[in-house]
């Protein structure tokens, strides 16, 4: 996931903003971290590049 | 993560109608976001004519494949994790009208299912696209005259938007159609 497009990701259940922690991460993109809604107080991770804003208590 | 290609859909008649009628409609200027990018064929085809494209997918298998395709892909249904606006939003729905018996319970069907009537998807995605797209901003969306023409049109229109088809091609004892659709008035 690029760091350009924090700007367009919101959470998926409220549309909040979303905290970044970046866990691993290259010249070009985040790899691993994690994307909180603090209003929600859940955690989207991102995983293998891709971040997964699917709600997080319904998903696999 | 691996991805099993096998459960990802492979670009067919109906991306490449898609893809025809979105390199005619993209203008260099334009924010794109792609609903349901799956294997990232026409997200990677239009980065070159457009300002930006955003994908989004549900599918873990496709999202992968779009991404090692250089598409900044976020998983998520639809435009859930979306938000901002963008010109243009391109959408190949699952559109075949399926029975509960038939469904197949894997991850390609999430490119395929559209429910009992066809327009399941359509509908919540015809419902909420109003609130990623810019003013102005336009909507190609594919379908089939399996999931019926005249349904979506209609349902477009009680969402207020404007449909007018601009492909359409017979594949195999159907119709597929791309529909443009813009907000009716001035917003």
Not at chain 2, 76 to 94: E, S
Request: a negative charge; proline letters at 6%; one cysteine or more.
């Amino acid at each position: 996931m690029r760091r350009k497009i924090l700007d367009i990701l919101c959470c998926p259940v409220c549309k909040g903003d979303l905290t970044l922690s970046v866990a691993e991460e290259n010249e070009k993109e985040i790899i691993e971290g994690v994307l909180t809604c603090n209003a929600c107080r859940v955690d989207y991770p991102i995983h293998d590049g891709i971040p997964n804003l699917l709600p997080q208590n319904t998903c696999e | 993560m691996e991805h099993d290609p096998a459960q990802v859909y492979t670009p067919a008649d109906d991306t490449f109608l898609l893809l025809d009628a979105a390199r005619q409609e993209a203008r260099p200027r334009d924010s794109v976001l792609e609903i349901g990018t799956g294997s990232g064929y026409i997200a990677g085809e239009l980065r070159k004519a457009v300002r930006r494209v955003v994908a989004t997918e549900i599918n873990p298998h496709a999202a992968a494949s779009a991404r090692e395709q250089g598409i900044d892909v976020i998983r998520t249904d639809l435009f859930a994790g979306v938000r901002g606006t963008f010109d243009l939003i391109i959408f190949n729905p699952p559109y075949l009208p399926t029975a509960p018996e038939e469904r197949i319970g894997d991850w390609l069907e999430y490119a395929l299912d559209g429910g009992i009537s066809g327009r399941e998807v359509i509908a919540r995605f015809l419902s909420g696209a109003g609130r990623v797209l810019a003013p102005g901003g336009r909507i190609l969306l594919l379908i089939s005259s399996l999931t019926g023409l005249p349904n979506v049109t209609g349902i477009a229109f009680e969402e207020k938007y404007y449909a007018e088809v601009v492909r359409d091609q017979v594949v195999e004892g159907e119709r597929l159609y791309v529909i443009r659709l813009k907000r009716n008035g001035k917003s």
